[in-house]
């Protein structure tokens, strides 16, 4: 699979280094692949700014945390097309890093994300192939309820099944003295 997308890239990429070349020539060719690597370079510290102000924005509550990480992955995927050698990929790497066009593509992404991240959240049998991976990732042992009692010589916690930590009030009283503790005395 991974060898028949690279050779998919290759033919797109040298057919439009041909396609391009023929119609305004080959030194017009390298000079558009050198404007259009500059302009993405330039795109992408300005773009990266606006996705972390975007990041920062959504965790003050101002902004929408799904908008901010789609943006960011749309601009992480453009700025990696950018560095891929060929006139095809910075095409596609620079129309990423366009704030427009990103804005048409962040609901599909947000889609995207969507799915990935429910399947993610059902968990990993659909994934598995086999129906006993499941099994041996969760044990096939016997579930026992109760309680964690941690005692130690400073304190004794006591802790509820449930995680919550029982906590015991009232005062002290010593009976051997006529004034109230307000602790254990040593």
């Known amino acids: 699979m991974i060898a028949a997308v690279f050779l998919l890239y290759v033919i797109v990429e040298i057919a439009a280094l041909v396609i391009v070349g023929n119609a305004i020539g080959v030194a017009w060719t390298v000079l558009l692949f050198l404007a259009g690597s500059l302009v993405g370079l330039i795109l992408m510290r300005s773009q990266w700014r606006r996705v972390m102000d975007g990041f920062r ?4 509550g101002e902004g929408s945390p799904s908008l901010a990480v ?3 992955a749309l601009v992480a995927a453009g700025s990696a097309l950018m560095f891929v050698p060929g ?12 704030p427009p066009t990103r804005w048409a593509l962040r609901p599909l ?34 579930v026992i309820d109760g309680e964690i009692i941690v005692e130690t010589p400073e304190t004794t916690e006591y802790v ?3 995680g919550k930590e029982l906590v015991l009030e009232g005062e002290i009283l010593d009976t051997d003295t006529p004034t109230r503790s307000r602790g254990p005395q040593y």
């Open 70 to 72: 789609a943006d960011g």
């Open 57 to 60: 924005k959504a965790t003050r």
């Open 87 to 98: 006139l095809a990929t910075s095409v596609l790497g620079l129309l990423l890093l366009i």
């Open 109 to 142: 992404a947000v889609l995207l994300a969507g799915k990935r991240a429910a399947a993610f959240a059902a968990g990993g049998d659909a994934f598995a192939g086999t129906v006993g991976y499941a099994a041996r990732m969760r044990g096939n042992g016997e």
């Open 160 to 162: 509820a099944s449930n």
